[in-house]
């Protein structure tokens, strides 16, 4: 079972050479400290930066560069800050190759909901709407299950959606999916995990094909 940077470690595979990435908040951020060092990736925030960097060590962080989940950050070299108007015309253009997000629950038909518990207070849905409105590759990181044990990889999702049909890949603590006409195929599980746990901590439709391998860093 991996653990939240082991997610993140995982998904940064998914990251190609000359993409432009956008991290979600929570897993996703962690994203940006394991991408290979041979290849040349630009991250963008979209509360305006593109080229963000890995989290700064402690005592050398700065208040004012910070994510769109105000964590601060680093910046690279060349990297160009701007106003969120800005960051949200890359979005909505389409300018983005990956688009990595946390998820609260995911449907077998790629749906995803991310922003809102009915009952609690929210501020607002936030960049989530445009991210998954406009991206064409979208990787969910999340938990395989709640802290009550029930699944989020789901055949619909009870949440108020997100976004609909959206969702690529989810990388989870438990699995690699990969939703495929309307389920989702198990492509990898994570080591030491068998597929029959994996079975039973997924509510969805899986596609199990062959003998499934254990994830590789």
Not at 171 to 198: H, M, Q, T
């Amino acid at each position: 079972m991996l653990n939240k940077e082991q997610i993140a470690q995982r998904i940064a595979k998914e990251v190609k050479d000359g993409y432009y990435v956008n991290l979600g908040i929570g897993i996703p951020t962690l994203v940006a400290n394991f991408v290979r060092e041979d290849i040349e990736v630009e991250f963008q925030s979209e509360n305006g930066i593109l080229g963000m960097g890995p989290f700064p060590f402690e005592g050398e962080e700065d208040p004012d560069m910070i994510n769109a989940g105000k964590q601060t950050i680093t910046a690279l070299k060349g990297a160009s800050l701007f106003d969120s108007a800005t960051s949200f015309a890359m979005i909505r253009g389409q300018h983005v190759d990956l688009t990595i997000l946390g998820a609260m629950e995911v449907s077998q038909q790629g749906d995803i909901a991310n922003w809102k518990i009915p009952g609690k207070m929210v501020k607002g849905m936030g960049g989530a709407m445009d991210l998954v409105a406009s991206a064409e590759n979208i990787i969910v990181a999340m938990m395989h299950t709640n802290r009550a044990g029930e699944s989020k990889v789901l055949k619909e999702c009870s949440l108020p959606l997100t976004g609909v049909a959206c969702v690529k890949k989810v990388v989870s603590n438990l699995a690699v999916l990969e939703v495929v006409d309307g389920k989702f195929k198990l492509l990898e599980r994570a080591p030491g995990v068998s597929v029959a746990e994996i079975i039973a901590a997924t509510q969805g439709d899986l596609i199990i094909e062959g003998d499934i391998p254990e994830m590789k860093f």
